[in-house]
């Protein structure tokens, strides 16, 4: 069974502070993995990566992953209360290229 | 372009009675894949269905569930008896699965499900 644990599981930062989050993955058969925001609605895609996009980067957040290492990070640059929310990392094999397995989240909170 | 919508978005019931959840997924989606959220865990696969068709239900319990995705209307999600276990938040998500498919999956807002 893919195995996705992420870390930490919870910090608090100010606003303006860098956060850096966490997520390794074991997968069979590695396909992709991919980034949520979930506040208290809909988990929000963010970012995929695969082997031929390992790096992605949109406005103060940007992600890279390490398929040496089997594991990816998800920085958020001046944060702002609103980058408060649970960070959700999911992994896809091609197994079955259409089941996500999640991580259990990491849930920031940005403090004014 | 409206997104995945999900209702009831709270639903409380007793044990012992029947809990319905139901999924319409974005205008020219047509995979269907539903994910249950217990407290403090992350989301896990449940089941992922085309229209008319269940392609993997691995994920689900085999007992009291059941889920389908019909020609016309949303999907549906039932939950029979439910058992105060059964609590959890239930998201819908949706694909396109065109010839460009690309993993992405685009969620609902969710069915928080209370068992009394």
């Known amino acids: 069974e893919d195995k996705v644990v992420q870390s930490p599981l919870s910090l608090v930062v100010h606003e303006g502070d860098t956060v850096t989050l966490n997520c390794s993955y074991e997968?069979?058969?590695?396909?992709?993995l991919l980034w949520y925001k979930q506040e208290k609605k809909a988990p929000t895609f963010l970012f995929m990566l695969?082997?031929?996009?390992i790096e992605k980067k949109s406005g103060r957040l940007s992600s890279i992953l390490d398929k040496k290492e089997l594991s990816s990070i998800l920085n958020i640059t001046a944060t702002q209360t609103g980058d408060s929310a649970i960070y959700l990392c999911?992994?896809?094999?091609?197994?079955?290229?259409?089941?996500?397995?999640f991580g259990a989240g990491t849930t920031v909170t940005v403090r004014a | 372009n409206a997104g995945v919508m999900q209702n009831p978005r709270h639903l409380v019931r007793r044990r012992g009675q029947e809990a319905r959840l139901r999924c319409s997924p974005m205008?020219?989606?047509?995979?269907v894949y539903w994910y249950r959220q217990l407290p403090e865990e992350g989301l896990k696969f449940m089941v992922y269905?085309?229209?008319?068709?269940?392609?993997?239900e691995s994920g689900m319990p085999k007992e009291r569930f059941s889920a389908e995705f019909p020609k016309e209307g949303p999907s549906i999600l039932r939950i029979q008896q439910v058992v105060r276990g059964d609590s959890a938040a239930y998201f819908c998500?949706?694909?396109?699965?065109?010839?460009?498919?690309?993993?992405?999956?685009?969620f609902g807002p969710g069915t928080r499900l209370t068992v009394l």
């Open positions: 998500a949706s694909s396109p699965r065109s010839q460009t498919f690309t993993d992405t999956q685009y």
């Open positions: 997968v069979t058969n590695f396909r992709s």
């Open positions: 695969t082997s031929s996009g």
């Open positions: 999911a992994v896809v094999s091609d197994s079955n290229d259409y089941k996500l397995s």
């Open positions: 205008k020219g989606h047509s995979h």
């Open positions: 269905l085309q229209k008319e068709n269940i392609i993997d």
